[in-house]
């Protein structure tokens, strides 16, 4: 933790604008491979880094040493890097005005840690009851993950920041044998808090789950490949939820549009169904925070809810405050930094299509000849909008009703064509916690969304 009172005048005075950012990650992840612990790592990063903005350039600079000693001494090489870069070409470009504000919260319940060697019992009793259960399986893992996030924050415009946001998770991973090779099935609990806030260590509390994992990685094997060709399909809300991220969220954060995203020639345009509203939430839906809260960003901008499209028109884009500046549009909180080394960037926060008023299996009757489709597997996405996901489970739908399970299938399309096909929403909606975004820097996210139905590209025979 930084002295923010010895720090202010240093920072309050500096000839640009300027920011100074303490951060320390606390990571956590113990993974019980087959009755084996293969991984146990607790590791610690924490230092400070300093921005200054001057002639249109951003000057950065960053220490390991997390003392307002080095916080100064950085702030100077950032504003010293800042000047020398304004020196050389002025560069128009300018940062949208933001009011100063004073912020601090803490997502941590205080509730007492549970010692590393209760975790590793933990894991080992799971894994007993997992095999005891199911012992023809042929692989089984459980994995306890957390990261605890904290950061201060002090601006030359006067922000002070102080947050500290964790999560926590639960994975379990079922491989069994098949006719056509292994097949794999999993699934993962847990969200905002630390592990002793979201796991629980009653074991009879994962029976129910345990079951339904063997069930889906039990169906998959005996599972038929999707006959390939465009299909309506409805996409279950964790695989609506990472298209949601992935095929377009990243499309619409203005620095790609800068670089040439699909997004910049469609701003005001129809980019989807009129049924289709696209929000990245800052901290809160419906009354309850996020699976990756926001109150104030890396650049000490308070975060706000950002309407991306709207009824099927896109609105804004995702911006910074020098983005927000340059597109005239608000900044709304998403520049964040994964680790006190990072520079800030455009990122998600909590990306989600806005369920609608339609049920699963009014969904499902619907169609004739489809596929629903859950549980996103490996994928890609770019800025031109096209994507390709492999799904990880569904089944065939034939004359408005559940078929056969699937064993493999694979998505692909444009994604504005895609949300320009979707017919119908579910009114239910899921959050999906445990989600990374890998640009440049890992940062947890969260996605989620309702049920859709849309037609694309499914892969198959």
């Known amino acids: 933790m930084l002295d923010l009172v010895r720090l202010k005048s240093e920072v309050i005075s500096a000839k640009a604008y300027s920011e100074v950012r303490y951060q320390e990650n606390l990571d956590l992840r113990m993974t019980m491979l087959n009755g084996q612990l293969v991984s146990n790592v607790q590791e610690s990063s924490r230092g400070i880094s300093a921005r200054s903005f001057s002639g249109g350039y951003w000057g950065f600079s960053s220490h390991s040493m997390p003392t307002v000693e080095s916080a100064v001494s950085a702030l100077r090489e950032a504003t010293r890097n ?6 050389k070409k002025q560069k128009n470009a300018a940062l949208a005005e ?15 840690p549970v010692a590393t060697s209760e975790w590793i019992d933990f894991l080992k009793a799971l894994d007993a009851k997992i095999l005891a259960k199911f012992p023809g399986l042929k692989s089984r893992s459980v994995t306890l993950a957390g990261l605890d996030m904290q950061k201060q924050l002090l601006t030359s415009s006067g922000t002070t920041l102080h947050s500290l946001v964790p999560r926590a998770h639960i994975h379990i991973s079922m491989t069994k044998d098949s006719a056509h090779g292994p097949v794999s099935a999993r699934d993962v609990r847990g969200g905002l808090g630390q592990p002793q806030d979201v796991v629980d260590l009653d074991l009879s509390k994962y029976d129910k789950w345990i079951d339904e994992i063997y069930e889906m990685v039990s169906l998959k094997a005996e599972g038929i490949v999707p006959q390939a060709g465009v299909h309506d399909v409805i996409l279950d809300a964790d695989l609506a939820g990472i298209l949601a991220h992935e095929a377009v969220g990243h499309t619409v954060e203005a620095d790609l549009v800068l670089g040439g995203s699909v997004a910049g020639d469609y701003l005001g345009g129809v980019v989807g169904s009129p049924l289709v509203t696209l929000v990245d939430f800052a901290h809160t839906y419906k009354g309850q925070p996020a699976p990756q809260p926001i109150h104030v960003d890396d650049e000490g901008v308070e975060a706000s809810d950002t309407v ?4 099927g028109i896109l609105k804004t884009f995702m911006n910074n405050r020098e983005t927000a ?58 800025t031109t909008g096209e994507f390709m996901f492999a799904t990880g489970f569904g089944y065939e739908i034939k004359n408005g009703k559940r078929g056969r399970p699937l064993r493999d299938a694979t998505i692909a399309g444009v994604a504005f064509e895609m949300l320009k096909s979707v017919s119908m929403i579910s009114s239910d909606f899921a959050w999906e916690s445990a989600g990374y975004c890998g640009k440049k820097q890992p940062m947890p996210v969260g996605m989620g969304g ?10 198959g025979e």
């Not at 933001?98 to 007492?112: N, P």
């Open 450 to 459: 309702p049920a859709i139905k849309c037609r694309v590209q499914v892969g």
């Open 82 to 87: 800042a000047t020398f870069l304004g020196g």
């Open 308 to 311: 991306i499209i709207e009824k």
């Open 98 to 112: 933001t009011a100063a504000l004073s912020f601090e919260r803490s997502y941590v319940t205080g509730k007492k």
């Open 325 to 382: 500046d340059h597109f005239d549009q608000a900044a709304t909180g998403h520049a964040r930094a994964f680790l006190f080394s990072d520079e800030p960037l455009i990122r998600m926060r909590n990306t989600a299509i806005l369920p609608g008023a339609s049920k699963v299996d009014d969904m499902i009757s619907s169609i004739e000849n489809g596929y629903y489709l859950s549980k996103p597997g490996n994928g890609q996405a770019d």
